[in-house]
């Protein structure tokens, strides 16, 4: 069931929100938590849908807020709220409203959100493209427990990371950094059983990948040895080499689907490691509502400190040069004063 209100108020779609639930015959849905998704009109159908997959296994209200460009200085001057709301088979498991916010309304968009907020629930914001560089200190980044980014979808990945690491607040994530789970539970199941001391590690993938950069910053940060970043053609990451004093642990995948795991001493064996779309990654990560402290300390280790990739810091302009310092003005001595003899 869908319901499009134009110039309406906050007030209004949760009226309509209680109706439709009414319409359809089920006054009162079970959902656990609140995810806005913050887009624009043109990546908005594709995060919906993902959200729509996950809610399957988590049922929520799902906000889509579209901040629509004005044009003319007058349209920028009129603030209007369009919203369509959807219920029932329309919404997966739970409601969607979708929110089309124009003029000075694009600068206040959390005071359109909040109250439509599901009360005592927690609320997970979600930019999957255009996340600004301070997640926690954006007025809609506050609202949310959990706020999700993909530094995949920046302009700049690697420089994306760095700008994550310095503005990083608990409950932050990053799918990018969720990519990479199924390779980080292989390679700690594969340490477990050989139980050897790591000297040195590799990871190779495609250039400015950030799920290789943070794979590489984990292996650096846990193990404490160094990581050389290599580049491959793809697809994603390739292959993960960690030299042991036993052999050379081989984690490698280089169709994007099924991957070699080879140790010493043991048979070769495939293993499955498919690359997954946007909305498993969105399922895991609305599994935990909690501050990922494995992600913050792989994520301030820092790009540049891994072998192979030059620093991403630009160094310090020298500082212009002292002029030399005026040599204070000296007054001519007095004479000395002669004294008369008796």
């Not at 927690?122 to 007025?139: N, R």
């Not at 993909?150 to 990053?174: F, H, I, N, Q």
Request: proline share 8%; hydrophobic share 40%; net charge negative.
């Amino acid at each position: 069931m869908k319901i499009d209100l134009t110039e309406t108020t906050s007030s209004k779609i949760n009226s309509a929100l209680v109706q439709a639930r009414r319409d359809i015959g089920t006054p009162a849905i079970g959902m656990v938590l609140t995810l806005v998704i913050v887009t624009d009109e043109e990546n908005a159908y594709d995060a919906l849908k993902s959200a729509k997959d996950a809610s399957h296994e988590h049922p929520s209200r799902i906000i889509v807020v579209i901040k629509r460009v004005s044009r003319s200085p007058r349209s920028r001057r009129d603030a209007r709220l369009d919203a369509e709301v959807r219920v029932g088979a329309d919404s997966g498991t739970g409601e969607t409203v979708v929110l089309r916010l124009h003029g000075e309304l694009v600068d206040h968009a959390q005071s359109v959100v909040l109250p439509l907020l599901l009360p005592d629930a927690p609320v997970v914001v979600w930019w999957p493209e255009g996340a600004p560089a301070d997640l926690a200190g954006d007025p809609l980044g506050a609202l949310g427990q959990r706020r999700i980014s993909d530094t995949y979808a920046s302009e700049d990945p690697v420089k994306g990371l760095a700008a994550r690491a310095g503005a990083y607040a608990p409950g932050d994530t990053d799918l990018s950094w969720t990519r990479i789970t199924p390779w980080r539970s292989m390679l700690a199941a594969a340490l477990d059983q050989q139980h050897v001391q790591v000297v040195s590690a590799s990871v190779e993938g495609e250039d400015d990948n950030p799920s290789c950069e943070l794979l590489a910053m984990w292996l650096a940060d846990r193990l404490q040895v160094t990581v050389r970043r290599s580049v491959s053609t793809g697809p994603g990451l390739t292959s993960v080499r960690l030299e042991t004093k036993d052999g050379v642990i081989v984690l490698d995948r280089a169709d994007g689907s099924l991957a070699t795991l080879c140790m010493p001493g043991q048979p070769d064996r495939a293993v499955a490691l498919k690359r997954r779309d946007t909305a498993e990654l969105l399922a895991e990560e609305l599994r935990r509502l909690d501050p990922d402290n494995t992600y913050e300390s792989a994520l301030k280790f820092g790009v540049a400190r891994l072998e192979g990739r030059p620093a991403t810091t630009e160094p310090p302009a020298e500082p212009p040069a002292a002029a030399p310092a005026a040599r204070p003005a000296t007054k001519p001595a007095k004479p000395a004063k002669k004294t008369a003899t008796k």
